[in-house]
């Protein structure tokens, strides 16, 4: 397996039938936990930062040549739009010097509403997946991911009665 592939497909995560997606933003799930104990806040904005440009790399690599633009095994991009959704939870660990998995709920909501995003496509996600190029298909997980981090701290405040 070359490079390309194992970044792409996450070391073969992205080969896990069905719903390689889903799979993908799973895995990104407990990597992002080491991630925030490992280094907090910083490490993980600099996993998310060097990881676009690998998955940008990596995609362009495996589907040069191709006509489909997005094939179900890259699943890189959703772990970069995972991490991205789970940033609120990461910042306010590291902010308040807490664990992060005290934070469970957010995690759970995290999850789905990233989903939930990936999914249905919606507004700036859809531009970005009909982009139909290798920047497309990272940045519309990471719009997803911006979208979900958003109504994660949307109910955050609303559940601590900031809102």
């Given at each position: ?37 490992l280094g ?12 676009f440009f ?14 489909d ?21 990461s910042?306010?660990?590291w ?8 934070m469970?709920p ?5 999850f ?9 496509k ?28 958003i109504?994660v ?11």
């Amino acid at each position: 397996m070359n490079l390309a592939r194992v970044i792409g497909t996450v070391m073969g995560v992205g080969y896990i039938k069905p719903a390689p997606g889903t799979w993908g933003s799973f895995v990104a799930l407990p990597w992002a936990w080491l991630l925030h104990v490992l280094g907090g806040l910083p490490l993980l904005v600099l996993a998310i930062v060097a990881g676009f440009f690998k998955g940008w790399w990596a995609t362009a690599k495996m589907t040069a040549g191709s006509t489909d633009h997005d094939p179900s095994e890259i699943v890189v991009d959703e772990v970069i739009g995972q991490w991205i959704a789970l940033l609120p939870l990461s910042y306010a660990a590291w902010k308040m010097e807490i664990s992060i998995l005290a934070m469970w709920p957010g995690w759970i909501a995290a999850f789905l509403l990233f989903r939930f995003f990936d999914i249905t496509k919606l507004g700036p996600v859809g531009w970005a997946d009909r982009m139909n190029t290798s920047l497309g298909v990272m940045l519309d997980d990471v719009i997803a991911g911006l979208f979900a981090a958003i109504v994660v701290m949307i109910l955050a405040a609303l559940y601590h009665g900031v809102l």
